[in-house]
């Protein structure tokens, strides 16, 4: 099934010409839960991966040998959805709830190193004759792959993420890899993907307010306060307010949709914008690709396809179970001079 993206509540361009300079687009993914298979794009599904190509480990120092195992959330999962998709009596049982507790143990793994190689975990892989807005890769790849490492204990702070992307030629693979290696646990749930099709769908974007020139940024910034100033006096006349209506804004009804998506802007909304320069050549980046946590909100909802508006916000907006952060979204950036030059990224 298709996701089509319904027309944006109003003409963004009719109120803010300028803003026709700055369109650009981006491809929502759409991952719903499926079983792809290795020759499709897709999230939490199996690789294309040689059988004879040495499997993406992390070897960065830090605790991995204590978390929940892969297979016990995959079943947490099944369980729990199951239980209240149930028209009869929904929500787990009492026997349920104890496998449930069961399945959110804590193993250990005696003797673990904190350098021991790590496998990291495969978290998609998309093809570009799918993906519209995914940028050519080095030399004619065509299949970009994308991994992490299941625990957020990286860097200085022992906070960061441990990302690895790999670019390949798609007919030069040939016996594919069928099992590939896993980590044994992780030290959170939400790296964990369950397996999604893609229903890849481009649509118009515009960039994040805080990068367009002053001037319109201000405008864009009255606009959306005398939005707001209307919907309190309206609230005030109606004497209710169940929080499920926000007021229409730049950022979130119309300029960068959520979800997981290819190309286009990223947003700044938790930090100020940073630059995101190549580290190698110095040239500004572009986005390659937005992993994130929902794929619509609770507030206007005014992103949520055509085909799911009779879908759950609580149960539905998270098909692929991964989360960033503390519900955010990754931004991962590429050189555009050279995709082979070291990716970055950011946390939103």
């Known amino acids: 099934m298709t996701r089509t993206t319904p027309a944006r509540p109003l003409d963004v361009e009719a109120l803010f010409p300028e803003l026709a300079t700055f369109r650009g ?3 929502r993914l759409h991952p719903r839960p499926g079983r792809p298979d290795a020759s499709a794009s897709s ?3 199996p690789l294309l991966w040689p059988v004879d190509e040495p499997w993406p ?3 960065e120092a830090h605790g991995r040998g204590r978390g929940r195992r892969p297979a016990d959330i995959h079943r947490y999962r099944r369980v729990l959805a199951s239980a209240w998709s149930r028209e009869q009596a929904p929500g787990p049982t009492d026997e349920e709830r104890k496998l449930l507790d069961e399945l959110c143990r804590e193993h250990r793994l005696p003797g ?6 790590l496998p990291m975990i495969a978290l998609a892989q998309l093809y570009r004759r ?15 792959q994308v991994f992490w490492c299941p ?3 990286h860097g200085p702070g022992g906070y960061d993420l441990e990302l690895h992307l790999r670019w390949r030629r798609s007919w030069e693979v040939g016996e594919v890899l069928t099992v ?3 980590p044994l646990v992780v030290g959170s749930d939400g790296f964990v993907p369950e397996p999604c099709v893609l229903h890849p769908e481009q649509v118009s974007t515009y960039p994040f307010a805080g990068l367009l020139p002053e001037e319109l940024c201000a405008r864009i910034d009255a606009w959306e306060e005398a939005l707001e100033e209307d919907a309190l006096e309206e609230e005030a006349e109606q004497a209710a307010d169940d929080g499920t209506n926000e007021p229409l804004g730049y950022q979130y009804d119309l300029s960068i949709p959520p979800g997981w998506r290819v190309g286009g802007f990223a947003s700044w909304h938790t930090t100020d914008p940073c630059p995101m320069d190549c580290l190698t050549c110095a040239t500004p980046m572009r986005l390659l690709l937005t992993i994130d946590s929902s794929e619509w909100d609770g507030g206007s909802g005014s992103w949520k396809p055509l085909e799911d508006q009779d879908q759950s916000t609580h149960r539905c907006a998270t098909p692929t179970e991964v989360t960033v952060g503390r519900w955010g979204e990754l931004n991962i950036f590429a050189c555009p001079d050279d995709p082979e030059h070291p990716h ?3 946390i939103q």
């Open 151 to 153: 625990f957020d204990a």
């Open 344 to 346: 970055r990224w950011s």
């Open 25 to 27: 687009t981006t491809t």
């Open 57 to 59: 480990v992390c070897g």
């Open 43 to 45: 999230v939490g599904g």
């Open 130 to 144: 799918d993906v519209p807005d995914l940028r050519a890769g080095p030399s004619d790849c065509d299949l970009l």
């Open 112 to 117: 673990a190193s904190d350098t021991d190689p």
């Open 180 to 182: 590939p290696p896993q």
